[in-house]
């Protein structure tokens, strides 16, 4: 079989295994050349551990100095007679043969993190695979539904304004245009169950659960991830559904901060560059703001991707620093580039030039659309696409 990239609207609906597996090889690379992370965590759960944010987090931390064993949560799909399976599912199985290759553990649990069985996996895995306890939890889940601890009826998150309708454009990785839409304002539940889905509920539950069971090591940090991103895009974000769920999430790390106090830890949001990932090109009408912030950013030099903000993340602000430097709502800022005046102020110029019919020249369209297909495993270098792959070989990889 040969597989090839087939994308519907914003959803890539086939993955290349071993693109997958270089995408992954090309991290750890460039982890292993970049300034290394003094005094890290040696034992790492990672909630959301198989794409985006959390695999980078997990690779910089295996491979980018601190030789972290790590137990790693996601959710995601194997082969079946549906299809080959999903890239983060590939993503853990590489992952963790490299990880193993280098001396390393890396356990994958793949199943729902709002379960209690999953719950309860971890902390064994913790016990058995990392010997009882842990220095850090990075929680990277990004999800449309959760389901309420007490009921069980599901919260489904929307991507909403919060007041007016607005109307933006928003890439269509199908068909390689701009598409106008029109992003309606969220009711008041829809503003509550987003909140519920992305805030920061589940992550302060997860501590919690963690702390009781007496698997978080004296010292234990977390983190969780945010945007918030310039004025021009608060009405899709910051000031929409997500930007009140990251609200939420922001007041909720001084709570947990309190909790791990107690036992000489503490907890942190990092906010994040705005960046291609299996989760961020669903957010509507922020098209025009992405695809003019990579151009300038590459061109002024400064642009980076998810392995480059995670290996930076531990190695300049978390790690081996007298002062975690925090802004004055206690937030770590790594879209300190993404936010500097001259490239802002260069976004803005652009975002006025770009129009349906000259995006794809004018912006970085090539570089957005190069980064989606190497999410899912597609143009790669060093990788044969012509080489037929054998379903059978596919389906005895174990996670
Ligand atoms: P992603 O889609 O690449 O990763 C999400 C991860 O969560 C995957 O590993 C997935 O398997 C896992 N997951 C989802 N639902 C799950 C469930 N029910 N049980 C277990 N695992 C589940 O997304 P991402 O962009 O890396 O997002 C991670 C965080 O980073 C989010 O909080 C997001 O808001 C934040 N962030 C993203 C950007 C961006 O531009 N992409 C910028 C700043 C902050
Ligand atoms: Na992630």
Redesign the pocket.
Known sequence: MIIEPVIQGVIARSAHPYGCRQAVREQIEYVRSAPPIQAGPKRVLI?????????ASRIALTFGGAEADTVG????RGPSEKGVGSA?WYNNIFFRQEAEQAGRVATNII????SPE?RDQVIKAIRTDLGGQVDLVVY????G??PDPTTGELWRSVIKTVGEPLTGQTVNLETGQLDTVTVDAATPAEIEATVKV?GGDDWAAWIDTLLQAGVLAPGCRTV????IGPAITYPIYHQGT?GRA?VHLHATAADINRRLNAIGGGADVA??????????VFIPALGPYILALFKVMKESGTHEG?IEQMQRLFQSRLYGQQHIGRDEQGLIRMDDWEMAEDVQLAVTELIAMITPENFQSVSDYAGYREDFLK?NGFGLQDVDYHQEIDFQELKVLEP
């Open positions: 909630l959301g551990a198989s794409s985006g944010f959390g695999l949560v996601s959710f995601e983060g199943g729902d993190a709002f999953v990277s889940l990004a999800t539904v959760r992305m969780a991830y945010s945007y997500l990251k906010v994040c560059k705005a960046l291609v990932t299996k989760a961020s998810c999410l």
